[in-house]
């Protein structure tokens, strides 16, 4: 499991670094990358283990949050209380996306941003996507909502961008009656 220790804070300038292609088959240190982000992932939207294991509530990691600069995340989505889907992006590409643009009403976070930030993050509020497996097989999905917000959020780390660059310095909730909060 990924201990919240490893996690790089938003000074790291590796954060800011564009992450390359992954090749197949994919190396062990890969499949471990996922399968460790999908233990904590799920764990820390678990309270009595979020609470044991010391971890801040997420539902996705970048592979760039732990210093490995390829273009790999993981998404955990509670979908029931207590059930969860695992998703797994790799050299993932947006092919399409709706005009509509969302928020999350009480803000972002990220797991490498150890801070209250104030602000809303424009998103697309559907995108289809492009993307491989973990055994190298193309994959398309059509993403809405939460699920689209939390694959932008991941995705612009693999371009190194963090949300809070998304938030309009001067004018925190900018353009917010344009868009809908979820």
């Known amino acids: 499991m990924i ?4 996690i790089l804070d938003e000074k790291d300038k590796r954060l800011r670094k564009k992450s390359v292609d992954v090749t197949f088959p994919l190396d ?6 996922i399968n460790d982000s999908i233990e904590m992932l799920t764990l820390s939207q678990i ?3 979020a609470k044991k294991y010391n971890l801040r509530p997420g539902m996705g990691l970048s592979a760039i949050q732990i210093g490995i600069d390829k273009r ?7 979908v029931d209380e207590g059930k969860f889907e695992n998703y797994i992006f790799i ?13 999350v009403d009480g803000g972002e976070g990220c797991l490498s941003i150890n801070r209250e930030t104030k602000g809303i993050v424009p998103r697309y509020a559907r995108l289809t996507t492009e993307f491989y497996d973990i055994d190298g097989n193309i994959k398309t999905l059509r993403l809405r909502e939460e699920l689209a917000i939390a694959f932008q ?6 371009n190194g961008i963090l ?11 900018k353009n917010a009656n344009n868009m809908r909060a979820i």
């Open 3 to 6: 201990k919240s220790k490893q």
């Open 28 to 33: 062990k240190k890969y499949i471990d990358f």
């Open 47 to 49: 309270e009595e283990e």
């Open 72 to 78: 790999i995340f993981v998404i955990v989505l509670e």
């Open 91 to 103: 050299n993932p590409k947006i092919i399409s996306h709706s005009e509509e643009m969302i928020y």
């Open 153 to 158: 959020h991941e995705f612009d780390h693999l």
């Open 163 to 173: 949300f809070i660059d998304k938030i309009d310095k001067n004018d925190p909730y």
